[in-house]
C-alpha cells in the first residue's frame, strides 16, 4: 500500500485545519516606495465584531470584491489606488489603508477621512490612529527627523541596513500617530515586513496601556478599602469586642467589594501583560540599531510602557494582598469570637455545676424528708394495728397500744431507710444501664 492511500485511512484531529491555517492567518504583503499608508485600531467586543464583519462584507459587495469567509480574521481588499488590509483580533480590528497616490513627500495628506479619500466607517471605538510615510534613500535622515518632535524622537535602524523608522509617539493636529519608514536596501517583501511590524508595536503597545486608566480609577477605591481594613484590626487590637457582629460584616463586606473589583480588573491586567509582551517581542523582530544621538524605540518604550505595566501590577498585587489580608483578619476574628463562646460556655458548665450540686443537696434533703415521711406513716400503720391486737386481747397487759407504737418507731425508720436506699440502688443501676451520667 503506497503512502497516499494509506493517508485516506487517517482519521484528522478537528481542530488540523485550523492549526495549519493560523501560520498563514496574517501574511506580510510586498509594499512598494514611496507609500503612505493609515492604520487604524478599533477596539471591539462580541457584538461590535459582528457588526465590523457586516460592514466589511457590506463593503467588498459594493466594491464587487471578495468578502472574508464567515471564519477569516485576515483578508486583504484592491480598490485599485488603494489597498486595504484587514484583520480581526480578540479586543480590536484593524483596518490599515495604503495608497501610493501623492506619497513622494511625507505627511503631505494628513487625515484621508477629513478629505474623504477614505469613506468607510467601521464600527467599535478607535484605539489607535496611525500615519506612516514610507520613503526611499532620496530623503535625507535630518529632514524627515525635523518632522517630529525632537523631545521624545525616536531613530533607529531597522534590519541590516534595511532603512530607518522615525517617530516621536505624539500625536498629530488630526489625532495620528505619525511613523516614517526610510527604506534603503530591503526589498518590497522585506519592507511590507518590517512596516506591519512598526505597526504592530504601535497597536499592541496601545493596547498595553488600557490597563494604566483601569488601575489609577481602581486605586483610590482600593485606597479606601485598606484604610477600613485599618480601622477594623485597630478595633480588635484595642479589645472592642462587644461588635463582633458589625466587625465581621465589614469584613464580608469589603472582601466581597474586593474580589468584584478583582473580577473587574483581573481581565484587563492580564491582558495588558499579554500586549507588552507582544509588542516587545515585535521590537526584538524588527533588530533595531541605535541611530547617532536619538535614543531607541525599545528604550523609549523603557522608560514609559514598563512603568505603566508596573503600576497595573502593583495594583494587583495590592488587590491579592489586600483578599488575603481580610481573609486572615476574618479568621482572626473567628478565632475571637470561638474563644469567647468558649468561655461562656464554660461559665455555663461551671453555673450547670453548681446548680447540678445544689440539686443533688436538695435530693439528700428531699430522701431525708421522704424517710421521715415514709416512717411516720408506718408507724401509724403500726399503732391501728396496736390497738386492734390490744382490744383482741393479743397484747400482753402490761403493754399499752401507745408503748407499741412508740416501740416500732426504730423499726418505721429502719424500714424506710432500707426501701429509700434500695430505690437509690435500683436508681443508680438504671443510670448506668442507661449510660447516663
Known amino acids: 500500500m503506497n503512502e497516499a492511500s494509506a493517508s485516506a485511512h487517517w482519521v484528522e484531529h478537528e481542530a488540523r485545519t485550523t492549526i495549519l491555517a493560523e501560520l498563514h492567518a496574517r501574511p506580510f ?10 492604520h487604524f485600531a478599533f477596539a471591539t467586543n462580541h457584538e461590535a465584531a459582528a457588526a465590523d464583519r457586516a460592514a466589511i462584507e457590506a463593503l467588498a459587495k459594493i466594491a464587487g470584491l471578495n468578502a472574508p469567509g464567515p471564519d477569516a480574521k485576515f483578508h486583504h481588499f484592491d480598490f ?3 489597498r486595504l488590509r484587514w ?3 480578540t479586543e480590536f480590528t484593524t483596518y490599515t489603508w495604503a495608497t501610493g497616490l501623492d506619497a513622494e513627500t511625507p505627511f503631505l495628506h494628513p487625515d484621508p477621512l477629513a478629505s474623504g479619500e477614505i469613506k468607510f466607517r467601521p464600527p467599535g471605538r478607535l484605539i489607535v490612529a496611525t500615519h506612516l ?30 532603512g530607518h523608522a522615525l517617530t516621536d509617539f505624539d500625536v498629530d493636529a488630526d489625532r495620528f500617530t505619525r511613523i516614517a519608514v526610510r527604506i534603503l536596501h530591503a526589498p ?25 486608566p483601569l488601575a489609577r480609577a481602581v486605586s483610590p477605591d482600593l485606597t479606601t478599602m485598606e484604610e477600613e481594613l485599618s480601622e477594623i484590626t485597630h ?16 469584613l464580608s463586606d469589603l472582601l466581597a467589594a474586593n474580589e468584584a473589583l478583582s473580577t473587574r480588573t483581573a481581565f484587563r491586567f492580564g491582558a495588558s501583560r499579554a500586549y507588552h509582551k507582544l509588542a516587545k517581542s515585535r521590537l526584538e523582530l524588527l533588530q533595531e540599531t541605535k541611530e547617532g544621538q536619538y535614543p531607541t524605540i525599545s ?5 514609559r510602557l514598563d512603568p505603566a505595566i508596573e503600576t497595573c501590577n502593583a495594583v494587583e498585587a495590592r488587590q491579592m494582598r489586600f483578599s488575603t489580608d481580610v481573609a486572615r483578619t476574618i479568621n482572626l476574628m473567628r478565632t475571637g469570637i470561638t ?56 397484747i400482753p397487759a402490761n403493754l399499752s397500744a401507745d408503748m407499741v407504737e412508740a416501740i416500732s418507731v426504730p423499726f418505721a425508720l429502719l424500714l424506710s431507710w432500707a426501701f429509700m436506699a434500695r430505690v437509690r440502688v435500683l436508681s443508680n443501676r438504671a443510670a448506668k444501664e442507661e449510660q447516663v451520667d
Open 29 to 38: 504583503l510586498p509594499l512598494h516606495v514611496p507609500r503612505r499608508i493609515y
Open 80 to 82: 485599485g489606488d488603494w
Open 87 to 89: 484583520e480581526q483580533h
Open 133 to 162: 510615510c514610507v520613503v526611499d534613500r532620496a530623503i535625507p535622515l535630518d529632514d524627515l527627523a525635523g518632522m517630529f518632535n525632537s523631545q521624545s524622537l525616536c531613530v533607529i535602524g531597522l534590519g541590516k541596513d534595511a
Open 188 to 212: 518590497p517583501m522585506e519592507a511590507g515586513r518590517l512596516v506591519q511590524r512598526l505597526l504592530e508595536v504601535e497597536t499592541y503597545r496601545s493596547m498595553a496601556l488600557l490597563g494604566l
Open 235 to 250: 478595633a480588635l487590637c484595642v479589645g472592642e469586642s462587644h461588635n463582633n457582629q458589625d466587625l465581621l460584616k465589614r
Open 299 to 303: 528604550n523609549f518604550l523603557n522608560t
Open 339 to 394: 474563644l469567647e463562646m468558649e468561655r461562656q460556655n464554660g461559665a455555663l458548665l461551671d453555673d450547670m455545676v453548681r446548680r447540678t450540686r445544689l440539686q443533688m443537696r436538695l435530693n439528700r434533703m428531699v430522701q431525708g424528708i421522704s424517710i421521715a415521711g415514709l416512717a411516720y406513716y408506718l408507724v401509724g400503720l403500726f399503732a391501728f394495728v396496736a390497738k386492734g391486737l390490744k382490744e383482741a386481747g393479743l
